[in-house]
């Protein structure tokens, strides 16, 4: 349950923010590509980890996978608790640079928000589990950039060039 939020009014706001459609969702995932795209404002990410200090914490990205048109990402701030380093959230997104699109595709379910957490097969059943993780998604990123997060600049590590052997 999210924190300072009684059973009755989650179930409120869970039905409130239920998508209408598949074209909802695809706003939504639009809407998370845009506000990436400010935090990480290249294209192909030069860098296969990067920090960021925003007013709050750290923040963490790591690239887990590059493919022609998608680029698939670990984004998440650690904290100790109790000693222990814990990822929250612990989040993959994959980027859709062809489309515009940002979905979040994984959230951790020993996270806080365990119920955000897998990723089934896209059908009607999809819509009711995409929309909670993307609505997190899409207002962290928010969050993040409203704390003065940015992985863009020069100051942090580039990817190797490779230079053809001729």
């Not at 995409?130 to 409203?146: H, I, S």
Request: contains cysteine; glycine residues 6%.
């Amino acid at each position: 349950m999210l924190p300072g939020m009684d059973a009755t009014t989650r179930k409120r706001w869970m039905a409130a923010a239920q998508p209408r459609s598949f074209t909802g969702l695809m706003a939504l995932y639009e809407s998370n590509y845009r506000r990436f795209e400010r935090l990480a404002p290249e294209d192909d990410l030069p860098f296969e980890t990067a920090q960021s200090r925003g007013t709050d914490a750290w923040l963490y990205l790591r690239v887990i996978e590059r493919c022609r048109y998608t680029t698939t990402v670990h984004l998440t701030h650690w904290f100790t608790v109790d000693g222990v380093q814990r990822p929250d959230p612990d989040l993959r997104m994959r980027v859709y640079r062809d489309a515009g699109l940002a979905e979040a595709i994984y959230c951790d379910a020993r996270s806080r928000y365990a119920a955000l957490a897998g990723v089934p097969d896209i059908d009607q059943a999809v819509l009711a589990h995409q929309w909670p993780r993307n609505v997190m998604l899409n207002k962290w990123l928010a969050y993040c950039l409203a704390q003065g997060h940015s992985f863009g600049g020069a100051h942090r590590p580039r990817l190797k060039e490779t230079v053809p052997i001729t």
